[in-house]
């Protein structure tokens, strides 16, 4: 019932903050950013946060209740899935920038956005949070940050009644800020969303599931790697072999 009640309280807030502003628009990366003076670049992240299982359109408490109960087995599943390659992403950009003759480091210490002061200014281009005091303290002049928001899965409901199978998702955003001035040199929102490819009620291990959301991860890193490797690097090959393998199957 306490995780329950910290997560109604979440949807709350969020519920409240997405009245009260729009979401950031995506920037594209310019197209000198590798090759010309960025000067040192820090990659962070946010705290990866623990795999969970969440149940949209269950809005009143007696409806969350009875969502979660009916899929305790999943839920249980999911928290014992490994954050070990979303953590990975933050190294795997430290060395495509590291190949590319960028001056970069690897935060070690992750950033709790949460916590930084808001900027007090608005405009298509200009973060919201304050990230300018990074500058000084990590002693670099741009901030690569891979913000996961939520990964796991989600089942969309009607009050008590399903509807439809749940997805494996991935939600999250990256961007770099430039913090001499706390504008956003390139912003990339995540939002990844796979269902099973077959029966995905198979407890305990859910292995149609649990497939589709290592693929959702795959996905997710390669939006957050493309603007820089050109689709060089190991991981975005694998993942459009991945993608070319779907392709094929789904044509046959």
Same mark, same amino acid.
């Given at each position: 019932?306490?995780?329950?009640?910290?997560?109604?309280?979440?949807?709350?807030?969020?519920?409240?903050?997405?009245?009260?502003?729009?979401?950031?628009?995506?920037?594209?990366?310019?197209?000198?950013?590798?090759?010309?003076?960025?000067?040192?670049?820090?990659?962070?992240?946010?705290?990866?946060?623990?795999?969970?299982?969440?149940?949209?359109?269950?809005?009143?408490?007696?409806?969350?209740?009875?969502?979660?109960?009916?899929?305790?087995?999943?839920?249980?599943?999911?928290? +014992?899935? #490994?954050? %070990?390659?979303?953590?990975?992403?933050?190294?795997?950009?430290?060395?495509?920038?590291?190949?590319?003759?960028?001056?970069?480091?690897?935060?070690?210490?992750?950033?709790?956005?949460? %916590?930084?002061?808001?900027?007090?200014?608005?405009?298509?281009?200009?973060?919201?949070?304050?990230?300018?005091?990074?500058?000084?303290?990590?002693?670099? %002049?741009?901030?690569?940050?891979?913000?996961?928001?939520?990964?796991?899965?989600?089942?969309?409901?009607?009050?008590?009644?399903?509807?439809?199978?749940?997805?494996?998702?991935?939600?999250?955003?990256?961007?770099?800020?430039?913090?001499?001035?706390?504008?956003?040199e390139w912003y990339e929102?995540?939002?990844? +969303?796979?269902?099973?490819?077959?029966?995905?009620?198979?407890?305990?291990?859910?292995?149609?599931?649990?497939?589709?959301?290592?693929?959702?991860?795959?996905?997710?890193?390669?939006?957050l790697l493309k603007p820089?490797?050109?689709?060089?690097? #190991?991981?975005?090959?694998?993942?459009?072999?991945?993608?070319?393998?779907?392709?094929?199957?789904?044509?046959?």
């Open positions: 019932m306490r995780c329950f009640n910290r997560f109604f309280l979440a949807c709350l807030v969020a519920l409240i903050s997405g009245c009260a502003s729009k979401p950031q628009q995506p920037i594209s990366l310019a197209n000198d950013f590798v090759g010309g003076k960025t000067g040192r670049i820090g990659v962070a992240s946010n705290k990866i946060p623990q795999a969970s299982t969440g149940f949209p359109g269950a809005a009143c408490l007696l409806c969350y209740a009875a969502a979660s109960l009916a899929h305790t087995s999943l839920t249980s599943h999911t928290e +014992s899935l #490994p954050t %070990d390659e979303i953590v990975l992403l933050k190294k795997e950009l430290v060395e495509v920038l590291k190949g590319k003759n960028i001056d970069v480091v690897e935060v070690v210490t992750p950033v709790n956005i949460a %916590d930084l002061p808001d900027s007090g200014k608005t405009g298509p281009d200009l973060a919201r949070k304050d990230f300018t005091g990074l500058r000084a303290k990590l002693g670099i %002049d741009k901030l690569l940050i891979i913000d996961v928001t939520m990964h796991g899965f989600v089942r969309n409901y009607s009050s008590y009644i399903p509807a439809g199978d749940p997805k494996a998702v991935f939600f999250g955003s990256g961007y770099i800020v430039n913090l001499s001035n706390n504008t956003y929102p995540i939002e990844i +969303s796979k269902g099973a490819p077959g029966n995905w009620d198979e407890p305990p291990k859910f292995p149609g599931l649990t497939n589709a959301y290592f693929q959702s991860i795959e996905i997710a890193k390669d939006r820089f490797d050109n689709g060089t690097s #190991p991981q975005s090959q694998q993942t459009q072999s991945l993608t070319q393998n779907q392709s094929a199957a789904g044509g046959r």
